[in-house]
């Protein structure tokens, strides 16, 4: 979230359809064919600038959500826990870009009850802390177990970063802004003095306050900080882990006109350069053109201030809700409220397609611990959380009515409700129990309306109603929902009603 761009292309639509939308990104990547269509779903909402949302791995299904202002809250079974698990606001200048900013539970939280966290004290720097689970309460940080691990000076109020991670290897990564201003006038990214501009690896499990890897790049260099892992950042919103693979995405906030995604197979040695601010994106940024590139790791996506202003990373899908989008890797943008997923495409690309146009301010991704994906919108200091699902339905439900002229059935009415949002091709059929084949079927256009056959006629306009003439029979009846995909014919999802004329 880089709130020194102002909020830009807002919409009176929501936007939150399941439709996919396909868009060409200016990036890297080229364009995917569309899949299986996403909507959101909101879980909880009445928060207070959430950041971030993340699972603890402790088997709880918690989501745990953090607020700039400087509580951590808790989303329980679909609920908002009215007590916060930690509230550090004493502690936390906020807000703009500053605040509480990053969340990460150790890999043995279950065991252990050790977590971190992220914000700018009061003095604007950034801080770094441990604090552990109450031994009484599970729902309950203990504040008496705060212990500082690092902080540093920021010399502006923007470009924090604040983003933390156990990455696979059991390290804390911790991405770090520029230090703030515009156009990186410290020369931070490029500075290897520096913890600015950069991704920190650092072991709390070691020494206190914490111990250097001995895999960093950068160890027994005079001229350099051991805590460095990679450099040449602006902005790091959201850094992220697959699951899966153990790759690193970082995802960087650009200056006036790029916003860039970068890829960190895992496995890699780690003192990657990704340019900045030599480069933005793709493009010489200083000097504005002849810029030498050697030895700069370059995006796999990026995009300009037409699609948005601010980029929001986010992670690889691996759930199991959405089949068809497994391994896209989802991220979106904050100005302008659109999502898009990426996919692997050929020689090392990626193929990017928008999924959502939204209104929201996607503030962060996360996910639970079945990978199911969530995002936080934040915007006027409140918020909601979100679930990244599946919305195309078809749990339909509907009234059967009987016309008669007093002594014969003329005509039935059948009245459907909760259809939709038609995101593929949608079929209805009537079937009269025990009886083959199907007596009618009704096919539902991209605009929402029936597509009525023979024998069958629509009453109210588009809406979904309409009758049967010449009367069906007497007897009990399903009604069968299925939509299909058309890009792949595969179905999306399919239901059946029963109804009885009597």
């Known amino acids: ?35 299986q269509p996403i909507g959101l779903e909101q879980v909880v909402s009445g928060l207070s600038r959430p950041v971030g949302v993340r699972n603890a791995g402790d088997g709880s299904n918690r989501l745990f959500v953090v607020q700039q202002g400087g509580q951590i809250r808790i989303v329980a079974d679909g609920q908002l826990l009215p007590s916060p698990f930690l509230d550090i606001s004493a502690l936390v200048s906020c807000c703009g870009e ?35 689970v109450s031994s009484t309460d599970p729902d309950a940080a203990d504040p008496g177990s705060a212990r500082v691990l690092l902080t540093f000076a920021q010399p502006f109020t923007n470009h924090n970063g604040g983003d933390i991670a ?86 960087d906030v650009g200056q006036n006109q790029w916003e860039e995604v970068n890829l960190e197979p895992r496995g890699i040695a780690g003192g990657r350069n990704y340019g900045w601010n030599v480069m933005e994106g793709t493009h010489c940024f200083a000097p504005s053109s002849g810029c030498d ?15 948005g202003c601010s980029v929001t990373g986010g992670y690889r899908y691996r759930g199991s809700a959405l089949p068809q989008r497994a391994g896209t890797y989802l991220f979106a943008d904050y100005c302008s409220g659109r999502i898009w997923g990426a996919t692997p ?6 193929l990017t397609e928008q999924l959502l146009d939204t209104a929201l301010g996607i503030t962060s991704f996360g996910e639970d611990e079945a990978g199911e994906l969530y995002l936080t919108h934040s915007a006027g200091g409140t918020g909601a959380v979100y679930r990244v699902a ?54 539902v256009g991209a605009d929402g309306s029936l597509l009525l056959p023979s024998g069958f006629d629509q009453e109210g306009g588009p ?34 009603a029963a109804f009885r004329l009597e």
Not at 225 to 242: C, K, Q, S, T
Request: aromatic residues 8%; negative net charge.
């Open 166 to 251: 156990f990455g696979p290897d059991g390290y804390l990564y911790i991405a770090t802004g520029d230090g703030g201003s515009g156009g990186d006038p410290l020369g931070a990214g490029q500075d290897l003095t520096t913890l600015l501009g950069k991704i920190l690896r650092i072991d709390v499990d070691g020494a206190l306050p914490y111990a250097i890897p001995p895999g960093n790049p950068f160890v027994g260099q005079p001229s350099a900080r051991a805590e460095i892992w990679a450099y040449g950042l602006r902005n790091p919103w959201r850094i992220a882990f697959d699951r899966l693979t153990g790759d690193l995405w970082i995802a």
């Open 345 to 350: 495409g050929p020689a090392g690309s990626w």
């Open 293 to 307: 590139q050697s030895g700069l790791v370059l995006p796999v996506i990026e995009y300009d201030h037409s699609l």
């Open 390 to 443: 599946n919305t195309a339905h078809c749990d339909v439900d509907l009234d059967a009515e009987v016309y008669t002229d007093g002594q014969v059935v003329t005509a039935t009415r059948l009245r459907i409700a909760n259809l939709g949002p038609a995101v593929a091709a949608v079929e209805l059929k009537i079937k009269l129990d025990g009886a083959a084949g199907a007596i009618g079927a009704v096919n």
């Open 98 to 132: 500053r605040g509480l900013l990053g969340l990460a539970f150790h890999p043995d939280y279950a065991a252990n009850g050790r977590f971190l966290v992220d914000y700018t004290d009061t003095t604007g720097a950034t801080v770094v802390a441990e604090y552990r």
């Open 463 to 496: 809406s979904p109603l309409f009758q049967v003439t010449p009367a069906l029979p007497r007897g009990a009846y399903s009604l069968h929902c299925r939509m299909v995909d058309p890009t792949g014919g595969e179905i999306v999802v399919e239901d059946v």
């Open 1 to 35: 979230m880089d709130t020194s761009h102002s909020r830009t292309g807002s919409r009176n639509r929501r936007g939150l359809t399941a439709m996919a939308l396909i868009v060409t990104l200016t990036v890297l990547a080229g364009t995917a064919q569309s899949a």
